[in-house]
C-alpha cells in the first residue's frame, strides 16, 4: 500500500556532498518508521541508519555516524539522506525502507516497504 522512490544519487568525488531522498506514495507516510540502508556489489545490503515517525530520534551505523543525516519531512511524505564528506567505501545502491512498527532499527526483517534504489558512486 506504500510505495517508496528514492532520487537524488549520482557520481561524486571523495570529500563531496549529496543528498537523496525518498518519497512515500501514500498518506499512512507519518506513522512509519524510516531505514537507510546500502548495498555495494559483491557485499550484503548494509543499515545506514532510521528515524522515528516525527523525526525526534536518529540512530546511525558506526560508519557513518558523523558524515550522514537523517531528517524528514512528513507533510512532503519525504525523508532525506544528506552524506557529507563521502568515501569511495561509500558506493553502493541506497535504498530507503519503512517500518509500521515505528521506530526501528538495523534488521531488514522490521521493515515492511522498500525502494527501488538509487546509485551513489563516489571517485577517489
Known amino acids: 500500500q506504500v510505495q517508496l522512490v528514492e532520487s537524488g544519487g549520482g557520481l561524486v568525488q571523495a570529500g563531496d556532498s549529496l543528498r537523496l531522498s525518498c518519497t512515500a506514495s501514500?498518506?499512512?507516510?507519518?506513522?512509519?518508521?524510516m531505514g537507510w540502508f546500502r548495498q555495494a556489489p559483491g557485499k550484503e545490503r548494509e543499515f545506514v541508519g532510521s528515524?522515528?515517525?516525527?523525526?525526534?530520534?536518529?540512530y546511525y551505523d558506526d560508519a557513518v555516524k558523523g558524515r550522514f543525516t537523517i531528517s524528514r519531512d512528513n507533510y512532503k511524505n519525504t525523508v532525506y539522506l544528506q552524506m557529507n564528506r563521502l568515501k569511495p567505501e561509500d558506493t553502493a545502491v541506497y535504498y530507503c525502507a519503512a517500518s509500521s512498527r515505528g521506530w526501528v532499527g538495523r534488521l531488514s526483517a522490521t521493515y515492511d516497504y522498500w525502494g527501488q534504489g538509487t546509485q551513489v558512486t563516489v571517485s577517489s
Open positions: 528515524i522515528s515517525p516525527n523525526g525526534g530520534g536518529t
Open positions: 501514500r498518506r499512512t507516510f507519518s506513522s512509519a518508521g
